[in-house]
């Protein structure tokens, strides 16, 4: 308890702060979430399926798995692409903690993207593929705990309803429309992740198409595998492009935890 005219201290603070805030999304009703157009309502929507596909990705092997980790990655890197780049700098304009909260979540977004493009990488049977499918669940599941439990509610407290609406619409769009493959190289914030969505959609959405008619297509499947893999070289090397990965703070630049993911690269071979 703080003594009458006494200032709290930072602990005082964070335990009033905690007191005070919003509950989590998952307890809270369409209405209160501000109804169905609300960023809130649709980012949880997106998290509940998240959970379901992990789960059937877990509980999968072989060629089934790799179905529900393709199914998995078109829902979450679109989905964290319209965060970066439409939520998180709102997010950061309006709360004076907004950079400190957002940091850490863009840490766990550049983490999914480098293990998972490793995770392209890596040949079916190879026992490093299990430790890193493990470890983009982790990740994944405690992104989006995350954003229920901290940095949605504290957003929830500085919007209005009709805000939230407006941004939910605008977040859909940027979904709609983004990139759907891990691409560890770009910048997690603005202008470069801004600059590399055009791009990469195309890329991505293209190789999308091109690995469709290959399994519905067997007969053609050389010719699509063939290019989907040229325009994988492509986008790699749209990646590499100065701009792309530009962020407004060295810490939000790729590469920041690649050494960490090589070292245990090599630790597992
Ligand atoms: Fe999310
Ligand atoms: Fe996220």
């Known amino acids: 308890m703080t003594a009458p005219g006494s200032t709290p201290d930072l602990q ?6 905690r007191r005070t805030r919003r509950p989590s999304l998952t307890g809270q009703t369409v ?17 509940a399926e998240l959970d379901r596909l992990l789960q059937v990705v877990a509980d999968s092997r072989g060629s089934e798995q790799d179905a529900a980790l ?4 078109r829902l979450v890197f679109p989905h964290a692409y319209a965060e970066e780049t439409v939520v998180w700098p709102v997010l950061r304009a309006v709360l004076s903690d907004g950079e400190e909260l957002t940091e850490r979540n863009e840490q766990e977004h550049q983490d999914v993207n480098e293990l998972w493009s490793e ?3 890596t040949p079916p049977g190879s026992p490093r593929r299990d430790e890193l ?6 990740l994944l ?12 509610p504290r957003l929830q407290d500085a919007l209005t309803p009709g805000q939230l609406r407006r941004l939910g619409r605008t977040w859909q769009l940027v979904r709609w429309t983004a990139p ?34 290959a399994r519905r297509a067997p007969a053609l499947s050389g010719v699509c595998t063939g290019a989907s893999r040229v325009l994988a070289a492509v986008a790699g090397a749209v990646e590499h492009l ?17 050494a960490a993911v090589a070292g245990a690269g090599r630790r597992a071979t």
Do not use: Y
């Open 31 to 47: 209405d209160q979430l501000g109804g169905r157009a609300s960023l809130l309502v649709r980012q949880r929507r997106d998290h």
């Open 12 to 17: 005082q603070l964070r335990e009033i702060d």
């Open 119 to 121: 995770l392209d990488r």
């Open 70 to 73: 393709t199914r998995l990655g």
């Open 180 to 213: 759907t493959r891990p691409h560890a190289r770009v910048s997690r914030r603005p202008p470069g992740n801004v600059l590399s969505g055009l791009p990469l959609a195309v890329l991505d959405r293209s190789r999308d198409g091109l690995d469709r008619t």
């Open 242 to 258: 100065p701009p792309l990965q530009r962020g407004e703070r060295a810490s939000t630049r790729p590469g920041r935890t690649e």
């Open 141 to 152: 599941s405690a992104d989006a705990r995350d954003e229920e439990d901290v940095l949605l």
């Open 133 to 138: 499918v493990s470890r983009i669940g982790a």
